[in-house]
Nanobody, 115 residues
Framework: VQLVESGGGLVQAGGSLRLSCAAS????????MMWYRQTPGKVRELVAR????????NYADSVKGRFTVSRDNAKNAVSLQMNSLKPEDTAVYYC?????????WGPGTQVTVSS
């Protein structure tokens, strides 16, 4: 199993970024995918989740209405569209999947929002 994020960077407050996670090594369409974020000294926070079957989604209250998670099962990829970014969204963002009893994380991608 391999998860690799891309799309992070530096953006001004109010701007947008789109993160992508390329997945391999498992039957992608069968599994839920999640985006987490973490800042130094804080617990990793669940930002968004998209289920494998049906594709329903959940969001942290802090990002509802601003972030949208989506998946492309044909490309084995999950994305996180982030709009109206705030300085408090600054973090390392991780792609995550729980597969056959094991946790899998990508290496993370840095998102920095300047005020």
């Amino acid at each position: 199993v391999q998860l690799v994020e891309s799309g992070g960077g530096l953006v001004q407050a109010g701007g947008s970024l789109r993160l992508s996670c390329a997945a391999s090594g498992f039957t992608f369409s069968s599994y839920g995918m999640m985006w987490y974020r973490q800042t130094p000294g804080k617990v990793r926070e669940l930002v968004a989740r998209i289920f494998g079957v049906g594709g329903s989604t959940n969001y942290a209250d802090s990002v509802k209405g601003r972030f949208t998670v989506s998946r492309d099962n044909a490309k084995n990829a999950v994305s996180l569209q982030m709009n109206s970014l705030k300085p408090e969204d600054t973090a390392v963002y991780y792609c995550y999947a729980y597969i056959r009893g094991s946790d899998y994380w990508g290496p993370g991608t840095q998102v920095t929002v300047s005020s």
